[in-house]
């Protein structure tokens, strides 16, 4: 096995070298002539001004040409496409809004290691989480005032201070800009639907004779929603995992992927599931018009206490797949104006503002079944944990079940119901964020040094419709033919002799669209979540040269930063209470962060034999933390006023050697740290249902699941090798191979655990998972209490490939190659119970708890440009893997369907994905110029494989769901 290891990554390193592309220094070259050769450039990922080839940590480029050929229209999707990053929301996995991460928020998370442990910064600051948990939307920045993207892909928490765990992505504004810059494209996929618009501007000027230079960008993007599930052939065929309980008696693995699978109970105008019926009359369900009963076929592997089965009846109806777009409509603009003015030779001061919205809405599915009972005086639990039970007295009662019932004497009768039935809940989405900063910058005695302030706020507002109010759906299903005052009439059973809830009025659970309007209007609500994210950050810093060492001038650096950020979430009392199947939760607090940092870059040896170059490299950084919240979640279910602090010392040493001119060796080892995001510490309890896979029993239920913050987190502790090389061969002109090796060990990293995870592990006996775990007299789950905690550990190391070529084709043109490859040797996750492997896993374990990626990812781009005529191809590969690195499959060692977590076929096949794009200018005089474009993302409409995972077919953080997708457009400038 170790062998075959070996031999797998020695093939993506010879995969990477045969697949060329551009490199770092040709990236770090076309970013110097957009920001102006005589101007010197602060490099991503040190504070110390230098040249980007002799950096120690990685860095990647991407420039705005690139940008451009793609025809995106975010520029998170251009990110997300790099082997380095996966994202942690997509289109189809942040459908539900509310609580920070949701739908419309693009965030980037490098190596998998979570969005919370990248930083994201613009021109190297700061700006306004747009998220809970402190992350901001990308999408926000036009896109026509960008320069370059900066991706240092190493642990920088000793240059910028916390969540710079996994790395840093600094977008680099072109503050040089002249003139005027604008575009519109339309795209649409293949499929017919999701079309959109965007419409791009940018502008630059000089003023007073060079002395003031303005620059505005906006952006504006309208894009429609897609189908869902079924829209698309692969999702259609309804791949699921299927549980098996009966494994040890069939002789099937536990776990079964297989397509066709269908929810066994519930149908949207409702079905029968009490075992008396079936067991008497067969599979039932209720017509549409819900006054018959129809024959429902259950199909294999059906259990009573399972929610699932493969085949039966209704296929294409299966209410968690169908009621939710693969991506939702949304609406973004976004906004940006500088100005820069020159007081003297020796002082500049500038101003920013900026402005972004996005509109998004998101459906999703609400209720599979229920649980309340009879009398309709009581809720038993949380709904969606089981049927609702009913009355033989119930009026609505098809009349057909009611005689059934009368001939076995059956009091109550067990339905289940699809909420598709009655009404989809529909998430508005809103965010509105505002950014001014300013600054002062100048030179002072051979020194540099800039001071700056930032002012930000976003606003956040999540609109939940059509969602059940626990209680009041609890009565609203008991109806009953009133009495007394209420005589002739239906009534809700709590009013029916008595008027006790004037408001309360019967619902018809028979049918589709039997439902009154004032039922429903009584049974649903409007859950509501206003937040309110302000930063405030004032920072200076110095840079200079003080003296010389061996090998050439000393650089130096040092600032100091003081941060304020607060949040203030507030919700609508029914989500405070908890009433509502889907609630809202509030969240206060504030931190105070005070930093200073140090750099100094020494060279040691310069243009000496066997060392051309020779520097040593250092920083370190010391931050003080202080958090409050007037209302965090206390020990012992109480919620109270709560305060913690904590200093942190992070630290960066790197070596650059370059013993000859084509030859270039770098390394870096840092101590980096994370600080526990607010809404980690402080966001209120709450209540959800989940879908748990029982080891007990074997079965998937819906177990209410407790989730929230912790206000005792201390901050994660990561500990960052890095060793790499650059070749650049004299006899292969423009030719240019990076191979980085990185090693990134996080302590006290903060996660829940998941509710999976801590059932299982209890399961195999671990007793501090059993403290979360709850179950009844029976053995049945009814609760698990799943916060986050400093209790985990996670490892990962790999490589990173970057070869680049260029190659002039006299009197044809010129030929750009370009490869970004990245392989993962680990990638383990530890917490209370066993180790953890999330490498080589391409698919979603439920409820997953740690990260998980490809065994590696490789990236090709070829762009040919000949006079007006650019023309450009790019393939991603992502190789076959593990469907879930916990469970055992028949092509893993020690198979057996009679283990637990045994699964019928644990491997996800690989796949290649082709973009190809071209475009041709019409008009190229100088600074003036028109150009026509085209894109072609997944140009062969490459199916994603069979990956189930959020209840359709893939996994849809790593594959393409869409299919192909046209775009087409018209850019300018002059």
């Keep these: 096995m170790a062998s075959q290891r070996h031999r797998h990554y020695l093939g993506f390193l010879l995969a990477g070298a045969a697949m060329a592309c551009c490199g770092a220094a040709m990236a770090q070259e076309q970013a110097g002539e957009a920001d102006g050769a005589s101007e010197a450039i602060i490099v991503t990922g040190s504070r110390v001004v230098r040249n980007g080839a002799d950096m120690p940590t990685p860095v990647t480029v991407v420039g705005a040409d690139l940008i451009a050929q793609t025809g995106a229209t975010q520029l998170s999707q251009v990110i997300n496409d790099l082997p380095v990053v996966r994202t942690d929301t997509s289109s189809t996995t942040a459908f539900v809004g509310g609580g920070g991460n949701g739908p419309g928020n693009n965030l980037i998370n490098l190596r998998g290691l979570g969005a919370v442990r990248t930083l994201v910064l613009v021109d190297g600051l700061r700006f306004p989480a747009?998220?809970?948990?402190?992350?901001?939307?990308?999408d926000l920045i036009p896109s026509s005032l960008v320069s370059r993207l900066d991706i240092v892909t190493g642990g920088a928490s000793a240059a910028y201070g916390s969540d710079a765990v996994a790395g840093v992505v600094n977008i680099i504004l072109n503050n040089k800009l002249e003139g005027v810059r604008a575009s519109a494209q339309y795209g649409v996929t293949d499929a017919g639907d999701g079309d959109e618009q965007k419409y791009s501007f940018g502008v630059g000027q000089k003023f007073l004779d060079g002395r003031l230079h303005i620059i505005a960008g906006l952006d504006y993007q309208d894009r429609k929603r897609t189908g869902n599930c079924y829209s698309r052939s692969w999702c259609a065929q309804e791949y699921g995992v299927m549980s098996n309980a009966n494994s040890a008696q069939n002789g099937l693995p536990a776990l079964i992927i297989s397509p066709d699978v269908r929810w066994a109970q519930n149908t949207p105008a409702g079905l029968i599931v009490s075992s008396r019926l079936t067991n008497a009359f067969g599979g039932q369900q209720v017509s549409d018009d819900g006054?018959?009963?129809?024959?429902?076929?259950?199909?294999?592997?059906?259990?009573?206490?399972?929610?699932?089965?493969?085949?039966?009846?209704?296929?294409?109806?299966?209410?968690?797949?169908?009621?939710f777009d693969l991506q939702g409509p949304q609406k973004r603009l976004a906004a940006l104006f500088r100005a820069e003015a020159e007081l003297s030779d020796n002082l500049k001061a500038w101003v920013d503002s900026a402005y972004g919205q996005t509109d998004n809405q998101g459906t999703f599915a609400q209720l599979r079944s229920g649980n309340q009972n009879a009398a309709g005086t009581l809720r038993a639990g949380p709904l969606n944990t089981g049927a609702i039970t009913l009355s033989v007295n119930n009026p609505f009662l098809p009349a057909q079940l009611r005689s059934q019932m009368q001939q076995i004497g059956l009091a109550n009768v067990n339905i289940g119901k699809a909420g598709d039935g009655l009404l989809v809940p529909i998430v508005d989405y809103h965010v509105e964020s505002y950014r001014v900063a300013t600054g002062l910058k100048g030179d002072l005695g051979g020194w540099t040094w800039d001071a700056s302030y930032v002012r930000g706020v976003s606003k956040l507002d999540n609109v939940?419709?059509?969602?059940?109010?626990?209680?009041?759906?609890s009565r609203a299903v008991q109806a009953v033919n009133g009495t007394g005052a209420n005589a002739g009439r239906i009534v809700c059973a709590v009013n029916q002799s008595v008027t006790t809830d004037a408001a309360c009025q019967p619902l018809n659970l028979f049918g589709v669209g039997t439902a009154s309007d004032a039922a429903l209007q009584y049974a649903f609500g409007t859950a509501v979540q206003r937040s309110r994210i302000t930063l405030d950050d004032v920072s200076a810093n110095v840079q200079g040269q003080p003296f010389d060492a061996w090998g050439g001038p000393v650089s130096v650096a040092a600032g100091a930063e003081y941060r304020t950020e607060s949040i203030a979430a507030d919700v609508d009392p029914v989500s405070a209470a908890g009433g509502f199947v889907q609630n809202y939760s509030a969240l206060h607090g504030r931190s105070k962060v005070f930093e200073v940092y140090a750099e100094a870059n020494v060279p040691l040896l310069s243009n000496v034999p066997l060392a051309e170059t020779l520097e040593v490299n250092g920083a370190v950084r010391h931050a003080h933390y202080k958090f409050s919240s007037p209302e965090a979640p206390l020990a012992g279910g109480a919620v109270g006023p709560a305060d913690s602090s904590f200093n942190a010392v992070t630290w960066k040493l790197g070596l650059v050697y370059k013993p000859v001119d084509w030859l270039r060796m770098r390394g870096t080892i840092s101590r980096d740290f994370r600080a526990p995001n607010m809404n980690e510490q402080y966001i209120l309890p709450n209540v959800q249902n989940s879908a748990i896979l029982d080891p007990a029993t074997n079965t998937s239920t819906q177990v209410?699941?407790?989730?929230?913050?912790?206000?005792?987190?201390?901050p994660e502790i990561s500990h960052t090798k890095t060793f790499g090389v650059t070749i650049q061969p004299a006899a292969i002109p423009n030719l240019q191979l990076s191979v980085d090796y990185y090693d990134i060990k996080v302590t006290g990293y903060i996660a829940a655990v998941g509710g999976p995870t801590l059932v299982t592990q209890c399961f195999?006996?671990?007793?501090?998972?059993?403290?979360?775990?709850?179950?009844?007299?029976?053995?049945?789950?009814?609760?698990?209490?799943?916060?986050?905690a400093n209790a985990n550990e996670l490892q990962v190391k790999g490589f990173d490939v970057e070869l680049g070529y260029r190659k002039q084709i006299e009197?044809?043109?010129?030929?750009?190659?370009?490869?970004?490859?990245?392989?993962?040797?680990?990638?383990?996750?530890?917490?209370?119970?066993?180790?953890?492997?999330?490498?080589?896993?391409?698919?979603?374990?439920?409820?997953?708890?740690?990260?998980?990626?490809?065994?590696?990812?490789?990236?090709?781009?070829?762009?040919?440009?000949?006079?007006?005529?650019?023309?450009?191809m790019q393939s991603r590969y992502i190789p076959k893997g593990k469907f879930g690195t916990t469970y055992v499959g028949p092509q893993d060692d020690g198979y057996s369907p009679t283990l637990p977590n045994s699964i019928n076929d644990n491997r996800v096949k690989a796949v290649t994905y082709v973009d190809v794009n071209a475009s041709y200018r019409i008009i190229d005089n100088g600074p003036r110029m028109v150009e026509v474009f085209g894109a072609i993302k997944n140009a062969f409409n490459t199916n994603p494989p069979v990956a189930p995972a959020n209840n359709i077919g893939t996994n849809a953080n790593l594959y393409d769901v869409l299919g192909r997708t046209f775009r087409v457009g018209v850019r300018m400038a002059y």
Excluded: E, W
């Design 764 to 788: 195999q006996g671990a007793q501090d998972a059993c403290a979360f775990v709850t179950r009844d007299a029976n053995g049945v789950l009814t609760f698990i209490r799943n916060i986050s």
């Design 130 to 138: 747009t998220t809970f948990t402190g992350l901001f939307n990308t």
């Design 291 to 323: 006054k018959t009963l129809l024959p429902f076929t259950f199909g294999q592997l059906y259990t009573p206490n399972n929610n699932q089965m493969i085949g039966g009846s209704r296929p294409g109806i299966n209410p968690a797949s169908s009621a």
């Design 811 to 872: 009197n044809i043109g010129t030929l750009d190659l370009r490869i970004l490859g990245t392989a993962y040797t680990k990638l383990t996750y530890v917490n209370a119970g066993s180790p953890l492997d999330g490498k080589c896993q391409n698919g979603t374990v439920t409820q997953q708890a740690y990260p998980s990626m490809s065994c590696y990812q490789i990236n090709t781009r070829a762009t040919f440009t000949s006079g007006p005529l650019t023309l450009g």
């Design 464 to 473: 939940a419709r059509n969602i059940i109010n626990q209680n009041n759906f």
């Design 704 to 714: 209410a699941t407790q989730s929230g913050g912790n206000p005792n987190l201390r």
